[in-house]
């Protein structure tokens, strides 16, 4: 369904099918839509915000050189600055690289990073609701928008088919393969616990239509 791993597909198989089998108005191609358009919407809401995140909260916002000091050492601000000097994270650790050393502009280095991660937070939330809506989701998230030429408004959804029983969904956006993975994971678990509570009392509705006692 999804460009991304997850530890739940067995789990998300077995729902599809449970799911199919109380849902006989629906063709297995509209419920595979169904489950990859809704899996994208719940990945919306579980892509974080970037200013509730530790590593890209204010606390984390770079330094400014002569500014009033911390009273507590911020590992995600020092992050930052790190990243402007020119370290990369390498097989071997830590990394370094000719970036912009202190003097040379390191702060402003490092606030532009800050602030192009923190955008590109929201430009993966909005990643997630093209291909929802290309899946056949009705897309009313009115505080995440598509912008016209952006990465996010690349992204794409294919539906299932006759020749393909395989929905899927590509979110477009730099960093979405790492960032939106655990969304992604979680938007399927919620997913199917929701289909299978569904399927609980659509089946416990058939019993009740034979049972004297009636249960919920």
Known sequence: MATTKSSNVKEWKAAFTKYAKVKRNKTHREIINHFGGQACLWAVKFTPKARASKALGAAAKPKVPGGPRRKRRNEHATLFHALATGYQRGTGGWVKHRGVHKGEGNYKE??????????????????????????????????VKLEGGKSASKSWGKKSTLKQLKA?????????????????????????????????????????????????
């Open 110 to 143: 490092a606030l532009r990073i800050y602030n192009s991660k923190r955008r590109s937070i929201g430009a993966i939330k909005a990643g997630f609701l093209k291909p929802a809506a290309m899946l056949g989701q009705k897309v009313r998230n009115r505080s």
């Open 168 to 216: 899927e969904a590509f979110n477009n956006v730099a960093g979405s393969g790492v960032v939106g993975e655990r969304p992604m994971s979680k938007a399927m678990s919620e997913v199917i616990r929701r289909e299978m509570e569904y399927v609980r009392k659509k089946m416990q509705a058939e019993d009740n239509k034979f049972s004297a006692k009636k249960f919920r």
